[in-house]
C-alpha cells in the first residue's frame, strides 16, 4: 500500500528544483528556432578555401585576423555591430574607415588602436559598404559590408 502522508523536504532540495526549473524555462523562451539558426549563422567561421587575402569571406562573420600586415580577407558582410580584428601582428595597427593608409574626412565609425597579440572592435551603426584601411600600413585595405 503507497503512503500518501506528506513529507517533509529539505529547504535546500525545494529551492534548487525550482531554481532549475526557473532555469529551464527561461532558457527555452528565449529563443525561438529562427533566432537560435541565426546565432549559428552568426557566429560561424568562413571555410579556410575562403580565409586568402583575394577572396571574400563567408556572410556574418565575426572577427578578422591581422597577420603579416594584411587581413585575413580582402571583404566580409557582417550584421550592424561590432566586427572584432585580432592582431597577430607584432606591431600595432590603427584601423579606420579610409583607403591606402588615410582616413576619411567624416568617418562613420570610430577608429581603433590594436596592440601586438591583442584585439578590438570597429562598430558598425548602419547598413552600407565600408573601406577599412590601417593609418600605419597603407597596403592594409579592406572591404565591409554591413547588412
Do not use: W
Not at 579606420?96 to 581603433?112: H, I, S
Request: proline share 7%; aromatic share 2%; glycine share 6%.
Amino acid at each position: 500500500m503507497a503512503d500518501h502522508s506528506p513529507r517533509s523536504l529539505r529547504p535546500g532540495t525545494t529551492v534548487a528544483a525550482l531554481a532549475s526549473l526557473i532555469l529551464i524555462l527561461a532558457a527555452c523562451s528565449s529563443s525561438s528556432p529562427s533566432e537560435a539558426a541565426g546565432s549559428q549563422a552568426a557566429t560561424s567561421q568562413p571555410p579556410a578555401s575562403q580565409g586568402a587575402a583575394s577572396q571574400p569571406a563567408a556572410s556574418q562573420a565575426t572577427s578578422v585576423t591581422m597577420s603579416g600586415l594584411a587581413f585575413s580577407v580582402a571583404e566580409i558582410t557582417v550584421p550592424v555591430g561590432p566586427l572584432t580584428f585580432i592582431n597577430q601582428d607584432s606591431v600595432p595597427h590603427i584601423l579606420a574607415e579610409g583607403e591606402n593608409g588615410t582616413e576619411v574626412a567624416n568617418p562613420r565609425v570610430q577608429k581603433v588602436s590594436i596592440n601586438p597579440a591583442s584585439q578590438g572592435d570597429l562598430v558598425f551603426t548602419a547598413a552600407g559598404d565600408y573601406h577599412i584601411t590601417c593609418t600605419i600600413h597603407a597596403t592594409m585595405n579592406m572591404e565591409v559590408h554591413v547588412q
